[in-house]
T-cell receptor, first 111, second 116 residues
Framework: DQQVKQNSPSLSVQEGRISILNCDYT??????FLWYKKYPAEGPTFLIS?????DKNEDGRFTVFLNKSAKHLSLHIVPSQPGDSAVYFC??????????FGAGTTVTVRA | DTAVSQTPKYLVTQMGNDKSIKCEQN?????MYWYKQDSKKFLKIMFS???????INETVPNRFSPKSPDKAHLNLHINSLELGDSAVYFC???????????????FGEGSRLTVL
């Protein structure tokens, strides 16, 4: 039973525009949320995180928004750049310290 | 200098064989993990070790046995390989237990196992 869901398997965006990736979760015990980025033939790399006590965290071009009541988070990338083309994984954890991952969203940034 | 390194990167073997994947991290982290990425691309935790002690053991067949000789190494041994074991296996480490600040995982490049 997948507790973290990324319902959009792919996203195509023009360079310079905003990319918005969505993630939903079902476990109300999750209190920490992360986004990972993965290039082909490489391992995922940590991008940005947010604690459940916040509703927004920003790091440069990347902003994560958390809506606890809706059990929903999103990642905004603005402006999108060609190097952002990758697979993005949403992940969440609670007090059991296990990270649960979504299936990923493949982002393609068009020139 | 690679932070989390796994060997081999690719492994092709026959059903019934026994194989091992090795993992080493030079980040000084206390916690190491094995994750499996299946054909549906989900990353699922298999095992976690903290200071050489097993702390997470998901519902993984006992054909899979992790071994941590020291904090910097976590190896995965698989006995009697089956077709369904074909997947990409990722090793990871973190300073603290996953979740919460400091628990961000650093992943290796993955080991693609193909069982014929």
């Amino acid at each position: 039973d997948q507790q973290v869901k990324q319902n959009s398997p792919s996203l195509s965006v023009q360079e310079g525009r905003i990319s918005i990736l969505n993630c939903d979760y079902t476990n109300s015990m999750f209190d920490y949320f992360l986004w990972y980025k993965k290039y082909p033939a490489e391992g995922p790399t940590f991008l940005i995180s947010i604690s459940s006590i916040k509703d927004k965290n920003e790091d440069g071009r990347f902003t994560v928004f958390l809506n606890k009541s809706a059990k929903h988070l999103s990642l905004h990338i603005v402006p999108s750049q060609p190097g952002d083309s990758a697979v993005y994984f949403c992940a969440a954890s609670g007090t059991d310290y296990k990270l649960s991952f979504g299936a990923g969203t493949t982002v393609t940034v068009r020139a | 200098d690679t932070a989390v390194s796994q060997t081999p990167k690719y492994l092709v073997t026959q059903m019934g064989n026994d194989k091992s994947i090795k993992c080493e991290q030079n980040l000084g982290h206390d916690t190491m993990y094995w994750y499996k990425q299946d054909s549906k691309k989900f990353l699922k935790i298999m095992f976690s070790y903290n200071n050489k002690e097993l702390i997470i053991n998901e519902t993984v067949p006992n054909r899979f046995s992790p071994k941590s000789p020291d904090k910097a190494h976590l190896n995965l041994h698989i006995n009697s390989l089956e077709l369904g074991d074909s997947a990409v296996y990722f090793c990871a480490s973190s300073q603290l237990l996953a979740g919460g600040g400091g628990g961000e995982l650093f992943f290796g490049e993955g080991s693609r196992l193909t069982v014929l």
